[in-house]
């Protein structure tokens, strides 16, 4: 079963930084990996999808990186407002397209 | 598109009681997941179905829970008797295709058993 590790687990930054949030996984035998986030009471949204085949994409001030050999992901978000302020999640797709989600990297931006 | 769209938002009910949670994918996604978030464990996927069959239960805790999806724009996952240990917050989630695209979430079910 894939077991997938995010670190940290909390992270508080003041706004303008630059930070990476980290996710690993056991079983590099991945379709693809996406980058979710949510917010309190909310659902999830989708930020970033990544193929197994690609090695990072990017939208606005997100880019996310994979290692799939050594089952490895980074989400690096640039300048961060305190608007970015939520739970990060990420989640490598396995066979039978079922995702498996870590327990997420919950971020706060202070003004 | 409206999005997936879950109902109730919130429910609250007594021990035993039956609980019936609905979802509705967005149009045209032919895949559709049902999760389940708590604080100790995280998000669990609990079934999910490709054209309205089930594919994986796998991850249905026990005989309580079941689920359905009659036809392509609606689901519902069942719980019967309902304990306080199923309190937690339910998500459906729909997706076009196999696994090269995009997951969608609802806002979820905040289930409370007393």
């Known amino acids: 079963k894939q077991e997938v590790t995010q670190i940290p687990a909390a992270l508080s930054v003041p706004e303008g930084e630059n930070l990476v949030l980290n996710c690993s996984f056991t079983?590099?035998?991945?379709?693809?990996l996406q980058w979710f986030r949510q917010d309190p009471g909310k659902g999830l949204t989708s930020l970033l999808l990544?193929?197994?085949?690609?090695r990072e994409q990017t939208s606005g001030r997100l880019n996310a990186s994979l290692d799939k050999s050594s089952g490895r992901s980074t989400l690096y978000i640039a300048a961060s407002q305190p608007g970015d302020s939520a739970t990060y999640l990420c989640?490598?797709?396995?066979?039978?397209?079922?995702?498996?989600f870590g327990k997420g990297t919950s971020l706060l931006v202070t003004p | 598109d409206a999005g997936v769209i879950q109902s109730p938002r919130h429910e609250v009910t007594e021990m035993g009681q039956e609980v019936t949670l609905r979802c509705k994918p967005i149009s045209g996604h032919d895949y559709l997941f049902w999760y389940r978030q708590t604080m100790m464990r995280g998000l669990e996927l609990l079934i999910y179905f490709n054209n309205n069959v089930p594919i994986d239960d796998s991850g249905m805790p026990e005989d309580r829970f079941s689920a359905k999806m009659p036809n392509a724009s609606f689901s519902t996952l069942k719980i019967q008797p309902s304990e306080p240990r199923d309190s937690a917050v339910y998500f459906c989630?729909?997706?076009f295709g196999g696994g090269g695209e995009k997951l969608f979430f609802g806002s979820g079910t905040q289930l409370s058993v007393l």
């Open positions: 989630a729909s997706r």
């Open positions: 990544i193929q197994s085949s690609q």
């Open positions: 079983d590099s035998a991945i379709y693809n």
């Open positions: 989640a490598p797709t396995n066979s039978g397209y079922a995702l498996n």
